[in-house]
């Protein structure tokens, strides 16, 4: 995961540090692209939040980082205390960016499934791949094929 985080250091929702080095011991990560403001993502997250909630349970080696396209570091606090998983820092803008242009983001809900050994993608449909198995139950989805998806644009 070094291609995309380097360094970086990523937050819990404890808002504890965490580095980005320990991603590579999970078979899969999801990154996950989403703002508070999306209509589409606020529908979606509780759903992943779901699935990841039901996988980790069963000891699934998944894990999920959340990247915010949120406008302020108040709303991105709001949302991401939704979430279970791991989030970029608000504050990290910079390279938050530089990821969605490595991955060639153009609209949000994204979630992007990685292989975390050598950060090659499985998936930008990572969306559609959690809406038809949500129990997860076919982890570490290696059938996945991109398909289509309702999206808001992001500029």
């Known amino acids: 995961m070094d291609k995309y985080f380097g360094n970086a250091k990523l937050i819990n929702p404890q808002g504890h540090e965490v580095a980005a080095s320990g991603l590579a011991s999970n078979k899969l990560v999801g990154l996950y692209f989403s703002a508070h403001w999306c209509p589409p993502c606020r529908s979606f997250t509780p759903l992943l939040a779901e699935t990841y909630r039901a996988m980790k349970s069963e000891g699934k080696e998944f894990e999920i980082v959340f990247l915010s396209s949120d ?27 530089k990821i969605a242009s490595q991955i060639g983001v153009n609209g949000i809900p994204l979630l992007v499934l990685i292989n975390p050994e050598d950060g090659k993608i499985l998936t930008k449909e990572g969306r559609r791949v959690i809406l038809e198995d949500r129990s997860g139950q076919q982890f570490p989805w290696e059938a996945a094929r991109s398909a289509g998806g309702g999206s808001c644009s992001i500029q």
């Open 71 to 97: 406008q302020s570091e108040s709303q991105f606090k709001e949302y991401y205390s939704q979430m279970p998983w791991l989030a970029l820092p608000f504050a990290e803008r910079s390279l938050k960016d």
